[in-house]
């Protein structure tokens, strides 16, 4: 069963599956400076500020090893969405609670916050790449038969 333009569909998305560890790597990279800036930020008085650091060095791990081992890449990209979905739901349902204090209130009172909220954000944008490959990849494995 051949689908319309199938040689552009799987070059587009064997190119996705083989960016997704790639993209791992950038994105436990950003978590981590979100974490560490946040942590400075806050005159390294708080741990709980590297909290992105923490999802971050999670994600780049599965990110180097998906990159690394191509038959663990499957699973660990699975892991790597899972973190991304738990801080997801932890940034924003942490954050967005205090959105209101955060728009009307000076941005130094409201840093833990404001990270909650970017932290977020960048697992949901991370989490939807990670779904949108995992798709790619049933329609490659359905195609290619």
Same mark, same amino acid.
């Not at 996705?16 to 800036?37: D, K, W, Y």
């Not at 971050?56 to 699973?75: D, M, S, V």
């Not at 944008?125 to 049933?138: H, I, Y």
């Given at each position: /069963?051949? /689908?319309?333009?199938?040689?552009?569909? #799987?070059? *587009?998305? !064997?190119?996705?599956?083989?960016?997704?560890?790639?993209?791992?790597?950038? $994105?436990?990279? *950003?978590?981590?400076? /979100?974490?560490?800036?946040?942590? $400075?930020?806050?005159?390294?008085?708080?741990?709980?500020?590297?909290?992105?650091?923490?999802?971050?060095?999670? *994600? !780049?791990?599965?990110?180097?090893?998906?990159?690394?081992?191509?038959?663990?890449?499957?699973?660990?990209?699975?892991?790597?969405?899972? =973190?991304?979905?738990?801080?997801?739901?932890?940034?924003?349902?942490?954050?967005?609670?205090?959105?209101?204090?955060?728009? #009307?209130?000076?941005?130094?009172?409201?840093?833990? #916050?404001? /990270? %909650?909220?970017?932290?977020? =954000?960048?697992?949901?944008? $991370?989490?939807?790449?990670?779904?949108? %490959?995992?798709?790619?990849?049933?329609?490659?494995?359905?195609?290619?038969?």
């Amino acid at each position: /069963m051949a /689908m319309p333009d199938s040689h552009l569909r #799987s070059g *587009i998305a !064997l190119a996705n599956l083989r960016a997704m560890p790639t993209l791992a790597i950038v $994105f436990g990279l *950003i978590l981590e400076a /979100m974490g560490i800036g946040a942590y $400075f930020l806050t005159g390294a008085k708080s741990v709980t500020a590297l909290i992105p650091a923490g999802f971050g060095t999670l *994600i !780049l791990l599965c990110g180097i090893i998906g990159a690394k081992f191509h038959n663990a890449r499957k699973h660990v990209m699975h892991i790597a969405a899972l =973190v991304g979905l738990l801080g997801t739901g932890g940034g924003l349902v942490r954050g967005l609670p205090k959105l209101g204090a955060v728009m #009307s209130g000076p941005a130094k009172d409201n840093i833990a #916050s404001i /990270m %909650s909220i970017a932290m977020g =954000v960048v697992c949901l944008v $991370f989490l939807a790449l990670c779904v949108k %490959s995992f798709v790619d990849a049933r329609i490659l494995k359905k195609y290619s038969k």
